[in-house]
Structure formats: C-alpha cells, structure tokens
C-alpha cells in the first residue's frame, strides 16, 4: 500500500495557515525548511529536511506535496518549486478546510488550498496552486488562474474572472462580470468596477491602474 505522507514545502506563516486546515487522512505530515531548522517542531510539525532533501524524501515514502511559500503579487518562487516537486514525481492534494463551504459543482484543482471561512459558489473553477484565504467570497461561475492568491475577506461576485498569478488585496470587491488579467496586483480594500488589463498595479475605491508591472 503506498505511503499517505505529507510535505509541506515552506515554514513561515502561510505554512502555519495551511497546516491549521489539513484534514487527519495523512499518515504523517512534514515540514520542509531551511538547514538549521531541521529537527526542530513548527506549528507541532517536525522539520523533517531542506530543499536538498526533496529526492531523498520522495525516495523514502514522501509522495505528496503542498507549497506553502506565501505569495503577495510576486509567484515565481511557487511556481518554481512546483516544477521542481513535479519533475521528481510529487503530487498534490487538494485542502479544503472544515470551515470552509465549497459547492459540490465547483472544480477545484491541484495544490489549492480553500481557507477558513471561505465560499466558493456553484460553478466556480479554480486553477491549481490556488490561495483561496480567509473568509474570501467567490460567488457563482468565478474562474481563478493558476497561481493566483485572493486575500482574506475578499468578494469576488458572480461570474468574475482572475488571470494566472494575479493577487486580489484583503477586503477587495470585484464587480460581477469583471475581468483582471494575468500578472495584476490589486491593492487592499480596492473596487474594481471595469476590467483590467495583464501586468498592471490597481488599487483604489473605484480601483485605478497605477502602473505596469514588469514581472
């Protein structure tokens, strides 16, 4: 029977949020940091290895994996380490909290994580290594791309769509039928009415496009 272990790749504070949500199905769970930390215990997780170990922890019976790196408008880094945990062979669950609703017709892809309190309505899809956090609202139909991080206590209403890494501030609104496209970074507490364009930084009570982002 194959081994149901855990890695969580990343120790600061989005791992902590990550690992409040975790259901009990894993037989074991740990935490992959930096060097120094090994053996130490984080948020009642053992550091079980670095980055360096990751072959040698898939060798021994480590066959699941969940990015827990946090991400405020910058996803290199996670998708990065994806690449990397796929290339060895790692797959990733899905991790929904007890807290949380999900409709049962929405589709919730790979590596996403659906924080406490968080709603996604009927018909919504949401693209793999997902940040759905803290009470985040996503009415009926949204559509989230791949990486992309919507914030605590942010709406998106019905029919809303979010680009690949895109990153929608706390307590934002999105306006029902809106587009943002790839690559945008909305500020907290922001309005946005009418769609926005890839690549650009947009915040404001109606939100506005300040500037392009280059990366």
């Given at each position: 029977m194959e081994s149901n272990r855990l890695l969580l790749i990343g120790g600061g504070g989005h791992c902590s949020s990550v690992a409040d949500c975790l259901p009990d199905s894993f037989q074991e769970i740990g935490i992959v940091g930096i060097d120094s930390e090994k053996g130490k215990v984080l948020y009642g997780i053992k550091v079980v290895g670095s980055d360096d170990d990751l072959q040698h922890l898939y060798r021994n019976g480590w066959k699941y994996a969940f990015i827990t790196i946090g991400s405020v408008g910058q996803t290199t880094r996670r998708r990065e380490?994806?690449?990397?945990?796929?290339?060895?062979?790692?797959?990733?669950?899905?991790?929904?909290?007890?807290?949380?609703?999900?409709?049962?017709?929405?589709?919730?892809?790979?590596?996403?994580?659906?924080?406490?309190?968080?709603?996604?309505?009927?018909?919504?899809?949401?693209?793999?290594?997902?940040?759905?956090?803290?009470g985040a609202i996503l009415d009926h139909g949204c559509t989230i791309g791949d990486f992309a991080h919507i914030s605590p206590g942010a709406v998106l209403c019905g029919d809303v769509i979010i680009g690949d890494d895109s990153h929608i501030g706390a307590g934002s609104v999105v306006k029902q039928g809106v587009t943002v496209g790839r690559n945008v970074l909305i500020g907290a507490g922001s309005v946005v009415l009418h769609d926005l364009p890839d690549n650009v930084l947009a915040y404001g009570n109606p939100c506005r496009i300040i500037k392009e982002r280059t990366e």
């Open positions: 380490k994806a690449r990397e945990l796929e290339d060895i062979g790692f797959r990733f669950p899905t991790v929904m909290d007890t807290t949380s609703v999900v409709s049962g017709k929405a589709e919730i892809s790979e590596g996403t994580i659906i924080g406490k309190r968080a709603c996604v309505n009927t018909n919504c899809r949401i693209g793999r290594h997902v940040i759905i956090n803290t």
